[in-house]
């Protein structure tokens, strides 16, 4: 499979909400970059959605960031039925935003696994 992003892409872990028409969904990052942001959900969303998440990528950051996205991929977790996060979520931003790169470059303690 070849390698289709433009924005490199870097493991981060914190909190997201995701405020859709249809539900808010509480999240955790996976994986982020300029152009867009993986996180695990609570709740199913719908692919095409446009979506506004708020995050802090750190405890250092005064303001919380909001920015608008479109749902492209929604995966459930065969893994464990269980679990409080069942859902994968790719969420591409609608302009992407290079501070974020940085901000996640210097935040994250390694890039994702292939």
Request: glycine share 4%; proline share 7%; aromatic share 8%.
């Amino acid at each position: 499979m070849d390698e289709k992003r433009s924005h490199a892409r870097y493991t981060l872990w914190f909190p997201v909400t995701v405020d859709a028409d249809s539900s808010k969904v509480w999240a955790v990052c996976r994986d982020a970059s300029a152009g867009g942001i993986l996180v695990t959900g609570s709740a199913e969303l719908k692919v095409g959605e446009v979506v506004t998440l708020s995050f802090r990528v750190s405890a250092e950051e005064e303001e919380e960031r909001r920015i608008s996205g479109r749902i492209v991929r929604v995966e459930r977790s065969e893994e464990n039925p269980r679990i409080v996060w069942p859902y994968k979520i790719a969420i591409e931003f609608l302009e992407p935003d290079a501070t974020l790169q940085s901000n996640f470059a210097r935040t994250s303690s390694r890039p994702p696994p292939p």
